[in-house]
């Protein structure tokens, strides 16, 4: 019998990705073959465009069958489920509205502000998830590594291609 709700915890986190991944909309592949990705100045060890869409999509279903593990254990939405489900749908959006505010608005340090606020709420979740199911730290453990990694290249890039000695940007 296949199990609908696990199915969707893990398209869930993939459907809003490949949302947010509309927003980047001619700014990382152009028909011109210049985007504004291509035009910004990134560290020698800024990973090739081609690996950002398969690392997302692993780290979105194995957060998403790490949602899915806590649903089961806490026995469906209830009251132990609500902290850890939260900070998990919290994080998630944080997640989903990096890219718009990176690469649609080209805010590279309010996306670092951005990004670090997601990193402190996917601790938070992962946290919360190991209270209650230990295995799950080894479905969160890669998206908090990668999370981490591309922290520093937001704030890598932002410091590179910053003009104005530092400060924020506003929206």
């Known amino acids: 019998m296949v199990n609908w709700s696990m199915i969707g915890a893990m398209v869930l986190p993939n459907s809003g990705g490949w949302l947010g991944a509309l927003t980047m909309s001619g700014q990382v592949r152009s028909k011109t073959g210049v985007s504004w990705y291509d035009t910004i100045k990134k560290p020698s060890w800024n990973p090739p465009k081609w690996v950002f869409g398969p690392a997302w999509t692993v780290l979105y279903t194995g ?6 593990k806590i649903y089961e254990d806490c026995g469906g939405f209830t009251e132990r489920a609500v902290l850890p489900l939260s900070l998990y749908g919290s994080q998630l959006l944080l997640n989903w509205t ?38 799950t730290i080894y479905l969160m453990s890669p998206y908090l590594a990668w999370l981490s990694f591309a922290s520093f ?19």
């Open 63 to 68: 957060m998403g069958y790490a949602s899915y």
């Open 153 to 171: 290249l937001n704030y890598t890039i932002w410091k590179m291609n910053n003009d104005d000695k530092g400060n924020i940007k506003p929206l």
């Open 98 to 135: 990096w890219s718009p505010v990176f690469f649609k608005y080209h805010k590279m340090g309010w996306a670092f502000v951005h990004i670090v606020a997601l990193d402190v709420m996917a601790a938070a979740c992962s946290y919360s998830f190991y209270n209650i199911n230990q295995t």
